[in-house]
């Protein structure tokens, strides 16, 4: 936003609200309070048209076909490249791969950057706080390579990253630093810039996983001054199968493919060949079409609500709902106050998480319960999961409210 | 009070499940089976002592986990005390049987573990009820030495 222009008049969060259909139900006669974001968001009305005049107008084949219909769906499709190199602030759209999510956009750097780069002895460095996408890959990678794994541990009063352990860690045989922007169990935002910078000065190559903040507040790639980031469109209002891998142009360009097929090859002999410029080069066979273009829609939305303004709104949810939890006596709430991003995540005294999840499913809340695919981090904590209550912008806190009262009446049924 | 979750969560189940019997574990001998049910975090080490034609002789458990995998390890122990082999494989599947369908008679010789018949419209929770007696299953089949079960690889008992 152009800092020069008058501040719109504020949100009108209600009106957001109604973009949602799927919100307007009741589930088991109570109305659904939808909770689990984290997990997966809604889609507006405006992503829902655009998939739908998508697949009844312009569905063709991209790239290849030498008529009007594959001519609209290949511009339709580049333009959203074009689209999401803008929403990440990167220099170029040919820095954007399509991926299928933040999963496939991890293994696809662990394969073909680390396939090349990595060596044995080489140490990949990690925090205790990564979702099992940003540490299974690795782990792969350092079966394979030889490489070693090493974790910048997560502090167990606040759970925030142990960054006066950063230094120590950032050994010269670091050559790849990847964690999590914001942690979807704990809620914790990572001083992304600070860690960028630290990994910077010993040459190491970093990766974020904005799998949870890329929808949430504004991201600008260049100023965090990362390498590699990825994110998926079904945590930010598109749909599901589609995600993205953003990378340093000049390291994209160093990287051999990864999946071989049509699309990514200048010219093929039954011996051999030659393939496409990044991002093309890694994007084999006909890609998720329609998750793009819904992808594209979800980013228009959200750029016309604006993230600082959604960040605003959803951590203000946060921070009431954890000062409405601390009301419950047998309630423990989890991780930062400061920087914490739009969810909150809880331990109730008297019952396992997955009783209280089913027990609030019951009332028509949608929470989460289990170890949010943090297992190490579970273990570490002495928990066998949580709660977690995440947030959106079409979230109230009259919800938060009602959450309240389910979890009231959950403790009293299982003490 | 919502009667899908009294169904579930019956007085028999939540005392159990709050003060869960055969709590603790056989100093010697016998098996010990360790379960994991991944996807809840639920965890059960089930320690079986045999004595004569395969009769379970001492059953105890430690571990922790959700309200329906602690009642349903608790209550498992206090059925299966004293049981031959074969009765125990029997109550297994009879057991397996009320989480997963509709049992309009279901023995009445399951007494207790009639209360878990909730469980089967909260087709989540099913493994979580499971847990243990796949950790008994596979304590009957190898009656001496440690193995591992877990719900992700479970392939309904048989």
């Given amino acids: ?415 | 009070m919502n009667s899908e979750l009294e169904d579930l969560y019956q007085e028999v189940l939540l005392d159990h499940a709050k003060h869960p019997r055969n709590f603790g574990e056989i100093n010697e001998g016998g098996v010990h089976v360790h379960g994991d049910n991944p996807s809840c975090g639920d965890e059960i080490h089930l320690h079986v002592r045999f004595g004569k034609e395969g009769r379970v002789d001492e059953l105890k458990f430690t571990g922790q986990g959700c309200a329906i995998s602690l009642a349903s390890a608790s209550l498992m122990t206090v059925k299966l005390k004293g049981k031959t082999a074969a009765e125990a494989a029997e109550f297994s599947r009879a057991f397996r049987e009320i989480v997963t369908t509709e049992v309009p008679d279901a023995a009445p010789a399951l007494g207790d573990l009639r209360v878990f018949s909730g469980v089967r419209r909260f087709p989540q929770r099913v493994k979580c009820a499971v847990l243990p007696w796949a950790a008994m299953e596979q304590a009957l089949r190898q009656t001496n030495g440690e193995a591992t079960v877990s719900t992700e690889t479970d392939s309904g008992g048989s």
């Avoid at chain 1, 662990?110 to 890959?137: C, Q, Y």
């Avoid at chain 1, 600070?194 to 970093?206: D, N, Q």
């Fill in chain 1, 1 to 415: 936003m152009n800092a020069a222009e008058p501040r719109p008049s504020p949100v009108d969060w209600n009106a957001l609200r109604a973009d949602f259909p799927i919100l307007r139900q009741e589930v088991r006669g109570r109305p659904l309070i939808y909770f689990d974001n984290a997990a997966s968001t809604q889609k507006p009305r405006a992503v829902l048209d655009a998939l739908r005049r998508f697949d009844e107008c312009d569905h063709a084949n991209v790239h290849r076909g030498l008529h009007e219909l594959s001519s609209r769906a290949t511009a339709a499709f580049e333009r959203t490249r074009q689209r999401v190199a803008d929403f990440l602030g990167a220099a170029s759209a040919d820095e954007i791969v399509f991926t299928r999510g933040t999963t496939e956009a991890i293994n696809l750097v662990a394969n073909a950057w680390g396939g090349k780069f990595l060596r044995a002895g080489d140490v990949i460095l990690l925090t205790e706080m990564e979702h099992h996408s940003n540490l299974v890959p690795w782990q792969l990678l350092a079966e394979r390579s030889g490489a070693r794994l090493r974790f910048v541990p997560v502090r167990e009063d606040d759970g925030t990253l142990a960054l006066d352990q950063l230094h120590a860690l950032l050994t010269p045989e670091v050559k790849l630093f990847a964690f999590t922007h914001i942690s979807n169990s704990l809620g914790t935002i990572n001083p992304v810039a600070e860690l960028c910078a630290a990994a910077r000065e010993i040459g190491a190559v970093t990766l974020v996983d904005a799998a949870q903040s890329a929808g949430h507040l504004p991201i600008d790639v260049r100023e965090l001054g990362c390498d590699f980031l990825a994110f998926s469109g079904h945590k930010m209002c598109g749909p599901t199968g589609i995600g993205v891998l953003y990378g340093r142009a000049e390291i994209l360009d160093a990287m051999p493919p990864w999946h071989g097929g049509g699309e990514m090859i200048v010219s093929v002999t039954l011996e051999k060949s030659t393939f496409k410029n990044a991002p093309h080069k890694f994007e084999a066979g006909t890609p998720n079409i329609s998750g793009v273009i819904g992808l594209g829609a979800a980013i228009d939305y959200l750029e016309e609500v604006g993230r600082d303004r959604i960040f605003e709104h959803d951590q203000g949810l946060a921070l009431y709902a954890m000062d409405r939890l601390a009301e419950l006596p047998g309630v423990r709430t989890l991780g930062p106050r400061d920087r914490r991003g739009g969810l909150v995540s809880f331990v109730v005294h008297a019952a396992h998480p997955h009783d209280v999840t089913t027990f609030a499913d019951q009332y028509g809340l949608a929470l989460r319960g289990g170890h949010h695919c943090n297992q190490p981090l579970m273990r570490k904590l002495g928990l066998p999961g949580t709660a977690r209550a995440s947030f959106y912008f079409y979230n109230t806190r009259e919800e938060v409210d009602g959450m309240i009262a389910i979890l009231a009446a959950a403790e009293r049924f299982f003490a």
